[in-house]
């Protein structure tokens, strides 16, 4: 056997074993460099949003938050609210987590402080963080709503839309026959 040919065979066998290992789809809940990846990127992104070193710490205890609710898998859309309880002024972050069979689809956060949104985001399975597009309202609406209000029941609304489109339809039942009054009065005795 060739060098080449023997190359060839080995990446070919590779990549078979590497699709149906357990960890070719690993996700957050499972890839300890995702979870890595997802720490030190939130972090980042959450310093440079807020300019305070301390949204680091806070970042922290979300990403623990978010990989806890993810290890659960669950048939439906949760949400993910750290810390709790919030105020105002300190930094809150939201996330919507996808259900079951959706754990490629992106998860959505929103950090917030001072009743404006500091920053929008998309983390992948992988823990990569990219900037959410978003046009809707940055600020809250009233003193006492949460600013990121409008982008988590968009993100839900849309990941609740997208796992009904992946669900078969129930099958419609059969219309009852119409009974006329010769029918009944044939089935008299």
């Excluded at 259900?99 to 399975?125: D, H, M, R």
């Excluded at 029941?153 to 489109?165: F, G």
Aim: positive net charge.
């Amino acid at each position: 056997m060739t060098t080449t040919k023997f190359m060839r065979n080995l990446v070919a066998s590779t990549a078979v074993v590497m699709a149906f290992s357990p960890l070719a789809n690993a996700g957050l809940a499972d890839d300890g460099s995702a979870k890595a990846l997802l720490l030190g990127s939130i972090s980042q992104e959450l310093i440079k949003a807020t300019g305070e070193n301390s949204a680091g710490i806070r970042a922290g205890g979300f990403a623990k938050a978010l990989i806890e609710t993810i290890a659960v898998p669950s048939d439906k859309t949760r949400i993910v609210d750290y810390p709790k309880p919030a105020t105002v002024e300190h930094l809150r972050i939201t996330a919507v987590v996808p259900p079951k069979g959706l754990e490629a689809f992106p998860i959505p956060v929103c950090a917030e402080q001072n009743n404006k949104v500091v920053g929008i985001w998309n983390i992948s399975a992988k823990g990569e963080v990219t900037v959410a597009p978003w046009s809707g309202l940055r600020q809250s609406e009233t003193p006492t709503s949460a600013a990121c209000k409008q982008f988590i029941l968009a993100a839900r609304t849309d990941i609740n839309q997208r796992m009904a489109a992946t669900q078969p339809e129930a099958p419609t039942p059969p219309a009852p026959a119409a009974t006329t009054t010769a029918t009944v009065a044939a089935l008299r005795p």
